[in-house]
């Protein structure tokens, strides 16, 4: 319960402790997140809130792909319906590379399919 909290509608606050390890140096590390919700144990259980942090973190790692890849959070693309159109175009690559097996990071798949104009052709079953 957020019992002493300073938010006017907060019921509910909890703390997540992540044990990660860095795969360049191989030490583990741990992280601690907080969150606080206005939900209360009935409407939303600890399991329940736990799944949707999960949820959250895959379209975090989707827009990290998007960023790291793509440079999406430098693009100059800003008006009407553009930006929805490119982050579409630029998930239905990243899904393609991974339905189609990819075991390489993204980045590489992509190099690798533009280097000849029939492998993308190729990942659509297009001959």
Do not use: C, K
């Amino acid at each position: 319960p957020a019992l002493a909290l300073d938010f006017p509608h907060a019921v509910q606050a909890l703390r997540i402790r992540r044990r990660r390890m860095n795969l360049a140096t191989g030490r583990w590390s741990t992280v601690t997140v907080y969150a606080i919700t206005n939900l209360t144990t009935t409407q939303a259980s600890p399991a329940d809130l736990a799944d949707w942090l999960r949820g959250h973190w895959a379209i975090e790692t989707l827009h990290h792909i998007r960023d790291t890849t793509y440079a999406e959070d430098a693009s100059r693309i800003r008006t009407g319906n553009a930006p929805r159109v490119m982050a579409t175009l630029r998930n239905t690559a990243i899904s393609l590379l991974r339905l189609t097996g990819t075991t390489t990071t993204i980045a590489a798949a992509l190099r690798h399919n533009s280097r000849n104009p029939y492998r993308p052709l190729q990942l659509l079953g297009i001959t």
